[in-house]
């Protein structure tokens, strides 16, 4: 199995034009019209045979986004690394300019007590699939969208019950970058500062309601558990 890397170790080594969320390797390209967007596409799809390791692809009309993961090793490897060196020099031939600040990656959260008893609900309303990475548990494993544009969800365990608070949340993982402007922002728009305690890896935010959210970095967080803090 190819060895997996770092978030880190994989940002340091992709370049300037990407950024790694949510355990994705991700760039944006502007391209300006539809046409340039095609021909990028089609130069990524023969740089993706050549290596036999193929990204997914969402082109839009002024840009094409690109996102990148080795399915077989569950994570990051050099192989994406590579993928990414290649895909921005064709881009730099091409005249496209990177928007390294833009690729976010959605995740929503559902905290639960029980989450083997609530999981398959949520897998057959939403129509959604077990992630195909090896080494993961299927009772605790993340659902995603066997067509790949949903959020992916992913189960929180509660030690105990919290009917004062909202249990499905979202996780908005974006670049480092932007997470201080991103954070201004919602604040500026009426929002409140839940807990800083996990940063620089989370901030969680609520809007005037109490309706939480996380805007989340690859960065390493404080030693500690995964979970929530309760709300003061």
Known sequence: MTERLTDADVQARAGRDWRVLAGRLHATFRTGN?????????????????????PDLDVRYFRVHVRSVTHDAGGLTDRDVRLAGRISAVAAELGLEA????PQQLEIGIDALDIPAVRPFWRAVLGYKDPAFPGEDPASADLVDPAGRGPSVWFQRMAAPRPQRNRVHLDIHVPQDVVATRLRSALDAGGRLVTDAHAPSRWVVADAEGNEACLCTPAEGPAGGPSLPSEE
């Open 34 to 54: 539809l046409a340039r967007g095609i021909e990028l596409v089609r130069r990524i799809g023969e740089i993706a045979d050549a290596l036999d390791h193929h």
């Open 99 to 102: 928007e390294p600040t833009r």
